[in-house]
């Protein structure tokens, strides 16, 4: 049912006197009028245009207008009529709304459920024309590839163009270029130019292969989960289309990721994963512990890798593992793609593509997406456009789009960063084909991210064993009758005489023989090689070794100490400043300090210890990477890597200044985001070994907007993916009266995620000791994120300071730090402490007199250094007291990780005290208090309970 509106709209009324002196105005001096209306205007054909330039032209426009003709020169001796200048530009607005709402009117949904009205803006009388002016000529200029058309021939082009099975998003871009670019290739394609019969055969065996591999799992492993692509087959073509295209472009490589739907398929089908391989997940659940490394997950997670030709050229696909957090991996794929655009000088950013597939109600609903989104046109964070594929199930589980989205289409959270959206019907496979090429082809062009929307259903529930019609009872109904994409398809190949019946037949037993074929060769012995066969110690990480072959205490010390000359030069570039730069008169202050301290190779701060190691591996030749939310400057104005000209805003990195074949220094102001900004940067690190990447949160407790990261991949991904990072993150921590926000990284979170040597968590009190922490990163023998617990008020404590002897070779980072200012045979109590609350500790010991008290620093939580800590507490064994000590609650910090890993060494010694004591914070809900006084208060009782100092007491641990 279609409904008009009042013809007097746009070019009636009020309106029509003004447009048509603004097309007046633009006849005689286009560049009178605005842009927006030039652009408009240009669309005329030039001999109307010229109609309109007379020196004493009558009105034309309005009852009361005059109906002289208006000769145009040169435009074959026919009239110019203002009937003919108001019905071109009436059809000029037609055109305009179907470029910008002809996808309202599309038919998107192969299950034809979606019952769309006509749009009212896309009816030729909402501008005024009758059943008469339809007939009527009007001149634009070559507008759809047609030549003074009637209205009646440009409505049935606009309809066949932009309101079939492609429906088409791109009027919100701002660039006349790319809305130029698009409108163009797409009016100016007619459907049976799109694809030829070499493209339909090509189709019609995808199709069969994605359709045929569905079913033969379904027959093989009834009943197992492998959320299967079934209602979306027409993936695999568009891939197939997306792959050769990128190829032809000079493409080396491409990183996907993708959510589960389809997963299995896509291996098999456009990674060519052997099919055996992918069998033996389904057949071989008993994998020889001795030859698999981790706990592995399930096989719709797992990634894979792989070198393929293409259309005469290598070309690496790369899938990236993920887990059921839809979205999560996205900014993965995007930090490994700028790593290897990076790493291999690719600045142009086209010789390594991000392609990113996602279910509807994901892209829709997880905050991921738009954030990742943000990353596209960071300079710091771009990788010259990203594909989009939308798996649009039209359903999310159980959920249906009303109710799990307040916009149109499941894709408009893309439109906030101007991407084209092309929505395509996923049962007409050629217009699939032919979208992705334009997507494609539009992403060379620009190096923007674009959006195919591939909208299909989901022929079966969430997954295999889940049953639909619970709660979309008239959907399953539809869809239970409707035949799949590969029975359509083929039915009109072999209508219009491409194929015969028995041609698609032979197709399908051929390709479904070659299944069965290497199903039959599976046994057990084979299944468990396949299963454990390894593929993350290639390529770039070949000489790193598998973490199964590293003994963890010996790898705690490596010598991790620069050379004098490296640490000389760096010194000397850290603190001189440039004779064209003028910086802020303070940070000359900064500088100057820091020079006396360098040349005296004492009182070296924090700052100055993270810059010597950074500084030291840039002259090793391995590159350092460092973001987050404000790190040039750093949140408490300590690092200063950045200098800003004060009249230019020039910016100057003295860390990229130290030699002419040093390795690149990148540090990046971030937006403010966690999850999608440590993810690129997780991401980066999987690509180079090498390379230092730290991510920095502007307070530690930030990092819980990156849980999710931080869970699924940093802490997990070695053991359910077998892959390997040298991840840094930085999180600010210490209790100094600021707030809840503002105190606690939260450790103890990061502390129950360890085990099985999973990451390294340090919380260090020195900066030689950081020093040493940042450079074993790269010179340990395998990788492991690093978790460190960073210090806020030590950045500039006068006590927290190293000596440059401390950073130089043979020198090695300290797990445990020894009390060297007492005599160990007068020592009673003993003190195990953590981070900032040592200095506390200190000098109230030494504002107190107390000499029988040692004060033991542990620098790493985990591995925990037991033998380190084993020969720094035995000569105390025999007579002292062992407490810990620690400034959050009792619930929080390390105490709860420590307490019974520290019985158990304690009991190892024979040591007279058989439990260690805690002395901190009580039990808390919230990391600290917001009120200063009581901060100050409850600070000063933990340090006086940790030293006995009279008044206080112990809490005596059962």
Excluded at 81 to 105: A, C, F, K, Q
Excluded at 366 to 389: F, M, N, P, R
Excluded at 481 to 494: A, R
Excluded at 593 to 615: M, P, R, T, V, Y
């Amino acid at each position: 049912m279609t409904r008009t509106i009042d013809p007097e709209s746009f070019l009636s009324g009020a309106n029509a006197p003004y447009i048509i002196d603004l097309c007046q105005m633009y006849a005689q001096d286009p560049s009178s009028v605005d842009e927006e209306w030039r652009r408009f205007f240009d669309q005329l054909d030039p001999s109307l245009r010229a109609g309109l330039i007379q020196d004493d032209r009558p009105p034309i426009w309005g009852k009361s207008a005059s109906r002289q003709n208006l000769t145009a020169s040169n435009y074959s001796g026919s009239p110019v009529t203002p009937e003919t200048i108001r019905d071109s530009i009436r059809t000029l607005m037609l055109i305009r709304s179907y470029r910008v709402r002809g996808h309202l009117n599309a038919k998107l949904d192969p299950l034809g459920l979606d019952n769309r009205l006509d749009h009212t803006e896309l009816l030729p009388q909402s501008y005024g024309f009758t059943a008469a002016d339809m007939q009527n000529t009007v001149f634009v200029d070559n507008v759809l590839g047609m030549e003074t058309p009637t209205v009646q021939e440009v409505y049935d082009k606009l309809k066949a163009v932009y309101c079939n099975t492609i429906g088409i998003e791109f009027m919100h871009i701002q660039h006349p270029d790319q809305k130029s670019w698009i409108q163009e290739r797409v009016e100016n394609t007619s459907s049976d130019q799109r694809v030829d019969n070499e493209d339909r055969l090509e189709i019609l065996k995808n199709l069969i292969a994605g359709d045929s591999f569905e079913r033969f799992l379904q027959v093989k492993y009834p009943g197992v989960k492998r959320f299967g692509l079934e209602g979306g087959e027409s993936l695999i073509p568009a891939l197939t289309a997306m792959v050769d295209r990128l190829a032809d472009e000079g493409v080396d490589k491409i990183v996907i990721g993708t959510a589960h739907r389809g997963r299995l398929n896509v291996l098999s089908n456009i990674f060519k994963k052997p099919n055996e391989e992918i069998f033996a997940y389904f057949q071989g659940g008993d994998v020889d512990p001795e030859s698999f490394q981790g706990s592995g997950d399930v096989k719709y997670h797992l990634g894979y890798s792989v070198k393929r030709e293409v259309r005469g050229r290598d070309i690496h696909l790369s899938l990236m593992p993920n887990p059921s957090h839809l979205e999560a991996v996205n900014p993965v794929v995007l930090g490994k793609v700028r790593a290897e655009q990076d790493t291999h000088g690719d600045a142009s950013r086209r010789r390594t593509v991000a392609v990113l597939m996602h279910g509807d109600a994901a892209f829709a609903g997880q905050g991921l997406v738009a954030e990742t989104l943000d990353l596209s046109g960071l300079k710091g964070y771009t990788t010259g456009g990203t594909i989009h594929v939308i798996i649009n199930n039209q359903i999310g589980f159980t959920t249906s789009p009303p109710l799990s989205r307040c916009s149109p289409y499941s894709s408009d959270i893309a439109k906030s960063i101007q991407a084209p959206i092309f929505h395509v019907n996923a049962d007409d496979p050629e217009s699939v084909v032919w979208a992705m090429r334009l997507a494609v082809d539009f992403h060379r062009q620009f190096a923007m991210d674009v959006v195919l929307d591939l909208i299909c259903y989901r022929r079966n529930g969430h997954n295999e064993i889940d049953e639909p019609s619970f709660t979309q009872p008239a959907m399953y109904r539809h869809i239970n009758d409707h035949p799949s994409t590969f029975k359509i398809y083929s039915k009109k190949l072999v209508e219009n005489g491409l194929l015969t019946d028995v041609q698609v037949k032979e197709l399908v037993d051929d390709y479904e023989n070659g299944l069965r074929q290497v199903f039959e060769t599976l046994d057990e012995k084979k299944t468990r090689f396949l299963i454990s066969k390894p593929q993350w110690l290639e390529g770039a990480w070949k000489d790193i070794k598998s973490p199964k072959l590293v003994n963890d205490e010996e790898d705690m010390v490596p010598k991790t100490g620069a050379k004098v000359e490296h640490l000389e030069k760096i010194a000397e570039v850290l603190t001189r400043v440039p004779a064209d730069l003028k910086i802020n008169s303070r940070l000359q202050r900064v500088l100057k300090a820091k020079q006396e301290s360098l040349e005296a190779g004492e009182n070296l701060d924090w700052a100055c210890g993270e810059a010597l190691a950074f500084g030291s591996l840039l002259m090793e030749g391995k590159r350092v990477r460092l973001s987050g939310q404000d790190v040039g400057r750093g949140t408490f104005s300590h690092r200063h890597a950045v200098w800003v000209d004060q009249e230019t805003e020039r910016k100057y990195l003295p860390l990229n200044n130290l030699s002419e074949d040093q390795a690149i220094f990148s540090i990046v102001d971030s937006p403010l985001a966690e999850a999608s900004v440590l993810g690129f940067e997780y991401g980066y690190s999987l690509a180079d070994p090498y390379a230092l990447v730290l991510w920095e949160a502007q307070f530690g407790d930030f990092a819980n907007g990156a849980q999710v990261i931080i869970d699924q991949f940093i802490s997990a991904a070695e053991h359910k993916w077998q892959r390997l990072s040298g991840l840094v993150m930085l999180l600010p921590h210490g209790y100094e009266g600021q707030g809840p926000e503002h105190s606690s990284c939260r450790v103890e979170r990061y502390l129950q995620l360890c085990a099985e040597s999973n990451m390294r968590v340090v919380n260090c009190t020195t900066p030689a000791n950081y020093f040493h922490a940042l450079r074993r990163q790269i010179i340990s023998k395998t990788r492991k994120p690093l978790i460190v617990v960073a210090p806020k008020t030590l950045l500039r404590h006068k006590l927290a300071v190293s000596k440059i002897e401390d950073m130089l070779e043979a020198t090695t980072f300290k797990p445990v730090i020894e009390d060297t200012t007492v005599k160990k045979d007068k020592v009673n109590r003993v003190i195990l402490c953590s981070g900032k609350v040592y200095y506390e500790l200190y000098q109230e010991r030494e504002a107190q007199h107390l000499d029988d008290v040692a004060l033991i620093r542990l620098e790493q939580y985990y591995p925990l250094p037991e033998k380190h800590l084993i020969e720094t507490l035995k000569p105390y064994a025999s007579r002292a007291e062992f407490i810990w000590c620690q400034e959050e609650p009792e619930n929080m910090g390390a105490w709860f990780f420590l307490d019974r890993r520290l019985e158990r060494l304690l009991e190892g010694m024979e040591a007279r005290s058989t439990r260690f004591k805690y002395a901190g914070r009580v039990e808390a809900a919230s990391p600290a208090t917001g009120n200063a006084s009581r901060h100050e208060s409850e600070q000063k009782a933990l340090v006086h309970q940790a030293l006995g100092v009279r008044g206080t007491q112990l809490k005596e641990v059962s």
